[in-house]
């Protein structure tokens, strides 16, 4: 079993999401709106969110989805969730 990621480089992170994406990762900026500038649905951003749980190690609820909106939300989101892990 890997071992769990538990530094959060937002450079990876970028990577990762701009793999689940399937976009540039020059599209994923720290500000880019997911919804409005990446035409994200909310079943990409569960894709998102599982993938990210996955990868971390971290429980995330669906109350954390509406925090899927930037690389930004989602950096802070996962930052609080490795504090508390």
């Known amino acids: ?28 900026t720290d500000t880019a709106d997911f919804k409005e500038d990446l035409d994200v649905d ?3 951003a569960m894709e998102i969110m599982v993938a990210l749980e996955r ?3 971290v429980t ?6 509406q ?4 690389l930004i939300s989602v950096h802070d989101l996962l930052a609080a969730k490795l504090v508390t892990a």
């Not at 079993?1 to 994923?28: G, K, N, Q």
């Not at 925090?67 to 930037?70: G, P």
């Open 1 to 28: 079993m890997p071992e769990p990621t538990t530094v959060l480089d937002l450079e990876d992170l970028r990577r990762t999401i701009a793999e689940i994406l399937d976009v540039e990762e020059a599209e994923v």
């Open 42 to 44: 909310s079943l990409l």
């Open 55 to 57: 990868k971390y190690q």
């Open 60 to 65: 995330m609820g669906e109350s954390n989805l």
């Open 67 to 70: 925090e899927v909106r930037s």
